[in-house]
């Protein structure tokens, strides 16, 4: 296979042959860093409506009082296509034992359950919904932010509305 000059089949050097595959790979990446993989990528991106809810348990009830029924969802201090529809604040029940072994459950006096439900214009790329720069899933981190809050839950609900 190769010769003792270090030719393969005879024509090419091997040191050729590999800055010819250095070559080949960093015009592969320039090519995919400078297109952001849109000309190979074969799924498309549509604009859809989404409902969700963002539950928030770890806030005391003042932090709510800045967020508003009808406030438009913000990120890097622009608006998105997003509002506050509902705001629910219920009792957050803890669970203890206490000294005997039994188990009580009360309501928190400090802390609130607080579910939040949004309106909003998602891009969807199968299967992923974002909003902004984030990722619209069951059970993922949600940071919601408003002109007014900057306030960090779980998604709990999430469906398409269109």
Same mark, same amino acid.
């Given at each position: 296979?190769?010769?003792k000059?270090g030719?393969?089949?005879?024509?090419?050097?091997?040191?050729?042959?590999?800055?010819?595959?250095? #070559?080949?790979? #960093?015009g592969?990446?320039?090519f995919?860093?400078?297109t952001?993989?849109?000309?190979?990528?074969?799924s498309q991106?549509?604009?859809?409506?989404?409902?969700y809810?963002?539950?928030?348990t770890e806030y005391?009830?003042e932090?709510?009082?800045?967020v508003?029924i009808?406030?438009?969802?913000?990120?890097?201090?622009?608006?998105?296509?997003?509002?506050?529809?509902?705001?629910? &604040?219920?009792?957050?029940?803890i669970t203890r #034992?206490?000294?005997?072994?039994?188990? &009580?459950?009360?309501?928190?006096p400090?802390?609130k359950?607080?579910t939040?439900? #949004?309106?909003?214009?998602?891009s969807?790329?199968?299967?992923?919904?974002?909003?902004?720069?984030?990722?619209?899933?069951?059970?993922?981190p949600?940071f919601?932010?408003t002109?007014?809050?900057?306030?960090?839950?779980?998604?709990?609900?999430?469906e398409?509305?269109e």
């Amino acid at each position: 296979m190769m010769n003792k000059q270090g030719k393969v089949g005879g024509k090419i050097h091997i040191f050729d042959l590999l800055l010819i595959l250095v #070559v080949i790979l #960093v015009g592969i990446t320039a090519f995919e860093r400078l297109t952001d993989n849109e000309l190979i990528s074969f799924s498309q991106e549509e604009d859809v409506k989404v409902k969700y809810e963002v539950v928030f348990t770890e806030y005391n009830s003042e932090y709510f009082t800045s967020v508003d029924i009808g406030d438009q969802l913000a990120e890097d201090k622009k608006f998105l296509d997003g509002e506050i529809t509902n705001i629910v &604040i219920e009792d957050r029940i803890i669970t203890r #034992v206490d000294n005997n072994g039994q188990i &009580i459950s009360a309501a928190d006096p400090l802390k609130k359950k607080v579910t939040i439900e #949004v309106e909003a214009t998602a891009s969807y790329e199968n299967p992923i919904y974002k909003i902004g720069k984030q990722e619209l899933r069951e059970g993922l981190p949600h940071f919601l932010v408003t002109q007014k809050a900057n306030l960090s839950g779980v998604i709990s609900e999430l469906e398409r509305i269109e």
